[in-house]
């Protein structure tokens, strides 16, 4: 016996379904120019890096809150947890995100390694964050998706 789990519709989730991967994009790449950095010391990896944190940081701007719309005004039941769950790991991931820019401003070397150790953790935890719903729904939908 399957169980379908709830699904949402319209408009709001259109734009959260398209909008929510194009941060990560974002966030994966500062970390591949970070590391780019580090090991070349070329100012151009800084400056493309600390670029591609604040494009994700106003890409995540809508999905958040229509993230935050969808859990905690409007939810439902059977995939409650992991929403939950992946709103916060995505909300620390953000902050990590914004701390990772102030220091993305600093001078010249003087962002290694935080920079790196940073947006490391920026895609672990929105990395996690997707493992988790990914689960969640695999186990909703016994197995067939």
Not at 12 to 30: E, V, W
Request: proline share 4%.
């Amino acid at each position: 016996m399957n169980i379908q789990p709830a699904t949402r519709t319209g408009a709001l989730y259109a734009l959260y379904r398209l909008f929510n991967p194009i941060p990560f994009g974002f966030f994966i790449a500062a970390l591949l120019f970070d590391q780019f950095y580090m090991t070349t010391a070329e100012v151009l990896w800084a400056k493309a890096a600390s670029w591609l944190i604040t494009f994700g940081l106003l890409f995540a701007i809508v999905p958040r809150l229509i993230n935050l719309f969808y859990v905690w005004f409007r939810p439902v039941i059977h995939s409650k947890r992991s929403d939950i769950l992946g709103f916060w790991l995505y909300g620390f991931a953000i902050l990590i995100a914004i701390l990772n820019a102030f220091i993305h401003g600093r001078d010249a070397y003087a962002i290694v390694p935080t920079n790196v150790i940073l947006s490391g953790l920026t895609v672990c935890l929105i990395s996690i964050s997707y493992v988790f719903q990914s689960f969640t729904l695999y186990q909703q939908t016994g197995g067939d998706l």
